[in-house]
Each structure stands twice: as C-alpha cells, then as structure tokens.
C-alpha cells in the first residue's frame, strides 16, 4: 500500500510541476452526499450528508485536463438495542457505526463540447484511507485501512461567469480489496463551484 501511495504522491506533484506554459487551471470546492454500497452498506446502510471535495485541474490540451481530488465523507447509523456478534465476542446494546472515508485520487477529465452547459467524463486513481469504529456503550472496535482506489466520474459544467461555473457530477469510489479489509464502493453525488485562471 506504500507504493501506492508514493506513486499517487508522485503522480499529483507532477500535475503541479508541469512545464510553465499558457495554461488555463480549475480549483473546485464542492459538497458532496455519498451512498453506501457493498461492503460498506453492510456497516453503515444510510446516506452520508456530509462530505465536501476540493479539485485542482490543469488543462493539458484542448477539451482534456488532468489534476488532483481529495474529499471526506462521513457516514454514521445508530443500531437498535441488539445482540451484536464480532469474531468470538457477542455484545448487547445499541450500537452508533461511523465510516470517514478520505479518497485521494490523480484524475483526467475529458470535456464533451462547449458552451454554456458542458457535459463530461473523467477517470481517478489513488488511494482511500477508510476510519472505520463501532461504538457500544464504553466499548468501542476502531479499524483503519489503506486502500488502492479506482473512481469513474460523469457531470456537467454550467458557466455562469466568465471566470465560474456551476459543477454538477456523480463519481462512484471503488475500493479494492486488500488483506485486512474487503473491497466496498460508494456513490458520491456532487455540487459546487469551479474558478477558472490562467
């Protein structure tokens, strides 16, 4: 897990240390929902109202940018009164389950068209830190991971200045399997806004 993060390190200090031609670069700030899938669905099944996402993108050729994305989500369930069994321990009370996902990804973004309202595609890969507690009573289960991470991205771009646009988009984050955690996903839905500069 190391090497990947040395190599999205690697790969995002390159996107910052290009060459210092005329380039046109975006900084955006959005809030972001996330929905729990798969694995992560299994320990926290509700939707995640807060998460925010910061991107920078440098534009590389025309309509094609490339730049870096860090965001945070967190996602929280509050359990019943129950029996909870975990490896060889069974415990019994209400039970408040917390995911903080910190994806950290390189990505390119390919625009389609132009003009007011511009659709477009993109592609992240990277690394996700997942903090993952279940609390019961004074008892609390803490698990940390590193995970490599793959995030296919589709939205929409709706100019309303000259220098800011309107960033609407979904991105779902796949988190791949590793030998102390399983592999999980989840759909984060965006809006913000883009600044553009020279």
Do not use: C
């Amino acid at each position: 897990m190391k090497k990947t993060i040395i190599i999205t390190l690697m790969l995002a200090a390159g996107v910052f240390i290009t060459s210092f031609v005329s380039a046109q670069s975006f900084t955006s700030i959005q809030y972001t929902v996330g929905i729990p899938t798969g694995g992560l669905k299994d320990h926290v099944d509700k939707i995640s109202w807060r998460g925010a996402t910061f991107e920078y993108q440098r534009e590389v050729a025309p309509s094609v940018s490339v730049g870096v994305n860090f965001a945070w989500s967190t996602f929280y369930e509050r359990k019943d009164y129950d029996s909870y069994t975990n490896n060889n321990a069974t415990l019994t009370g209400v039970q408040y389950r917390y995911d903080n996902l910190f994806p950290m990804l390189v990505n390119g973004q390919y625009k389609i068209g132009t003009g007011t309202v511009v659709p477009y595609v993109g592609l992240g890969i990277g690394t996700m830190y997942d903090l993952r507690n279940t609390d019961m009573g004074t008892w609390t289960i803490e698990e940390d991971n590193w995970h490599f991470l793959m995030s296919p991205e589709a939205g929409f771009l709706f100019d309303v200045s000259p220098g800011t646009s309107i960033k609407l988009n979904a991105k779902y984050d796949y988190a791949f399997k590793i030998k102390d955690a399983d592999a999980f996903g989840n759909l984060n839905i965006s809006f913000g806004f883009v600044f553009n500069s020279w």
